[in-house]
């Protein structure tokens, strides 16, 4: 049996026909420093000393034994995280030989050569708006490392907020000439300050447009179902397949806020949530998207 139809059956069994409400896909926030401050994200604001590399070890061993498969290292800025001589890189080496892929989230203003199974670059517009919601002027330095690397499944990630959907399809475009694929997500408002929420007929809009880049052959990783679905919200979450982990070792199963924002899933923009609903269910574009994006 070859890795891939093994994977498959271990997901078949084990997540899917045991009933079971085993989580698949883990998020590790090893750290929630960052060398941004970006207007997006509130993470950098939480305080949490960070793991050792011990408990790192702990945490992958928990985040397996619980039925996780899929690993995606987080921040925060996760190329900060170090333990005396250990860095990102040895946490990397230990999660592969624990988790069928590994990824990392990165805000790519620093090199981009880890070992990784996948590594997706936080690109939120082109310059000025990049630089805007990042509070900093990273968006040639993002660009420039992007470029310079080498990582065979290297992909952007974009957050559409109300500042930069309207630039989102060129940058799609733009993209598409610097890395394998682009995927999409929605920003949510974490506090009561919701000026970078995009209303619903603007964030339909924007997928409209979305569907039909893929549909002329730009590299947009979701699938069709999972951009059609975010359109009204109208799929029907299955948010005991994630599993967030945190940086003092902490593990909740389900809802990406959970502990961490009031939770409104009308405002749900969360497309990894979408994509992993769809392809529990069976949807035969939502399973190829997954296997496409993370190498199954």
């Known amino acids: 049996m070859t890795p891939t139809l093994r994977f498959g059956a271990q997901v078949l069994f084990g ?22 401050a970006c207007a997006q994200c509130p993470f950098a604001q939480m305080e949490c000393p960070d793991p050792s590399f011990d408990e ?61 199974d996948v590594l997706w670059v936080s690109v939120d ?26 990582h065979p499944r290297l992909y952007a990630h974009i957050t559409a907020n109300a500042e930069n959907a309207a630039e989102i399809p060129a940058l799609v ?39 039909a880049l ?7 990783l979701n699938s069709r179902p999972a951009l059609r679905a975010l359109m009204t919200n109208s799929w029907r979450c299955l948010p ?5 982990a945190n940086p003092d070792g902490s593990i909740t199963q389900g809802c990406y ?7 409104d899933c009308s405002k ?6 979408t994509e992993a609903s769809l392809a529990f269910r069976g949807n035969p574009q939502a399973i190829l998207a997954g296997m496409k994006i993370f190498g199954l």
């Open 125 to 150: 517009g082109f310059a000025e708006t990049h630089n805007r919601l990042r509070r900093a002027p990273v968006f040639e330095r993002v660009i420039d490392n992007i470029r310079r690397s080498s």
């Open 214 to 220: 893929k549909d002329e052959g730009y590299p947009v």
């Open 56 to 116: 790192v070890g702990r945490a992958l061993d928990a985040l397996h034994a619980r039925g996780d498969r899929l690993l995606v290292l987080e921040g925060g800025e996760p190329m900060l995280w170090h333990d005396g001589p250990h860095t990102l890189a040895d946490v990397v080496a230990q999660a592969k030989q624990r988790f069928a892929c590994t990824a990392i989230t990165t805000n790519g203003t620093l090199p981009l050569e880890l070992d990784c």
């Open 173 to 211: 475009k733009f993209l598409s000439r610097l890395v394998r694929g682009v995927t999409i997500q929605f920003y949510y408002p974490y506090g009561p300050d919701d000026r970078l929420f995009l209303a619903l007929p603007q964030r339909q809009n924007l997928l409209r447009s979305l569907i």
């Open 257 to 263: 806020l959970q502990g961490r924002a009031q939770i």
């Open 15 to 36: 997540h899917v026909l045991s009933g079971a409400h085993r989580p698949f896909l883990a998020s590790y926030k090893l750290t929630y420093r960052c060398n941004l």
């Open 268 to 273: 749900c923009g969360f497309s990894p949530y």
């Open 240 to 244: 005991w397949l994630v599993d967030c």
